[in-house]
């Protein structure tokens, strides 16, 4: 009987992570480049999901001024609050592989965007991949509501 009753505590967070695309939906913390962020991740109407950044450690200037999304190629977003910048848009859910994908990721830190895939590694730590032409940058982004 104990025997059982360690293989359920073992098999139960696997079941918990079972397939519902909406279990990406929440708000994660990572440290990524020397920044530390916390990001939401929401779902949309459309059903795709959406990952917007929400706090910034240490995100003002030296003028005492919130940072700004200064690299962001697209010139209309420079001016962006860097505790609002949406990493992600239009992400969208594969039962098949259990992921999330055919989408973009942008970096903030360094101005690029990249192919993104998330996965959970485990109930609360999300793999989120990024790469540009086969080269890329595994982060993981730790769940905490």
Partial sequence: MRYWTVLASLLLPLFAMAKDPDRIVGVYYTAHQGEES?????????????????????????????????????????????????????????????????????????????NVTCSFESVSKLRVRGSVLGIGETVYWDKIE
């Fill in 38 to 114: 916390k990001i939401r991740v929401f779902k949309e109407d459309d059903g795709s999901y959406t990952a917007q950044v929400i706090w910034v450690r240490d995100n003002l200037d030296e003028n005492g001024e919130v940072e700004k999304d200064v690299k962001n190629p697209d010139k209309s977003k420079r001016d962006t609050p860097c505790d609002q910048i949406v990493l992600i848009e239009k992400m969208t859910y594969n039962e098949k592989k259990d992921s999330w994908g055919d989408a973009k990721i942008y970096d903030p830190t360094r101005g690029i965007k990249a």
